[in-house]
């Protein structure tokens, strides 16, 4: 099974950019790398995909090194808002199954 | 835009009673699955389901079981609610193909067992 390691939580300052890392040591060769994020008392919210090298949409980039056994989740300059737990996942190969790890809950501070 | 939707945000039962969670989701996706998330453990998958009347164990499906009649709704039963079923449940549906789709969310139901 493809399971994920992230730091448990970071902090940041308004206006920084924000590089969460997760290992995936024993990804499968068809799994896709998928970002999520929660906010308290919500579900949480897909951000990203990626496959390898770097993947860029209006919200976050997505880095992946050719041996793909880790990724790197950018958010530039974030905000207050940006306060959340970001959840890596990738699929296990196996019945399609997605394995959520614990997340890094992420403080942004004024 | 995906909506999922959970019948109830809380919910309190006591010790002993059959529990029904109900999701639904408007968007004809294939996939449903059920979640449960505790602090300090992350999302755990307890069941899913890629078709009508089709169910698939998760990681922790002892004490649950589920209901797949109809395409757009996905229940989740607790048969013999007990204190350690007390969670936060989620929700979540995704087109059909690969494990790759990303999953759509409901807010999720606060069960609370007395």
């Known amino acids: 099974l493809a399971k994920t390691t992230q730091p448990i939580s970071m902090d940041s300052y308004e206006g920084q950019e924000v590089n969460i890392t997760c290992s995936h040591n024993n990804i499968a060769t068809n799994d896709y790398i998928t970002w999520y994020q929660q906010f308290p008392s919500q579900g949480p919210r897909f951000i990203i995909q990626?496959?390898?090298t770097k993947v860029t949409n209006e919200v976050a980039s997505l880095f992946i090194p050719a041996d793909r056994k880790s990724s790197t989740l950018s958010l530039p300059r974030v905000s207050l808002s940006d306060t959340a737990v970001y959840y890596c996942?990738?699929?296990?190969?196996?019945?399609?199954?997605?394995?959520f790890g614990q997340g890094t809950e992420l403080s942004v501070k004024p | 835009d995906v909506k999922v939707t959970q019948s109830s945000r809380y919910l309190v039962k006591r010790t002993g009673e059959k529990v029904f969670l109900e999701c639904v989701q408007d968007m004809d996706h294939e996939n449903m699955f059920w979640y449960r998330q505790d602090p300090g453990l992350g999302l755990r998958l307890i069941y899913f389901?890629?078709?009508?009347?089709?169910?698939e164990k998760g990681d922790i499906p002892e004490g649950y079981s589920v209901s797949r009649e109809k395409k757009e709704r996905f229940s989740l039963i607790l048969e013999s609610a007990s204190t350690n079923q007390t969670s936060m449940y989620l929700c979540?549906?995704?087109?059909?193909?690969?494990?790759?789709?990303?999953?759509?969310f409901g807010d999720g139901t606060r069960l609370s067992i007395l």
């Open positions: 996942l990738v699929g296990d190969g196996e019945g399609g199954k997605l394995i």
């Open positions: 990626g496959y390898k």
């Open positions: 389901s890629y078709d009508v009347k089709m169910k």
């Open positions: 979540a549906s995704s087109l059909p193909g690969s494990e790759n789709q990303p999953q759509h």
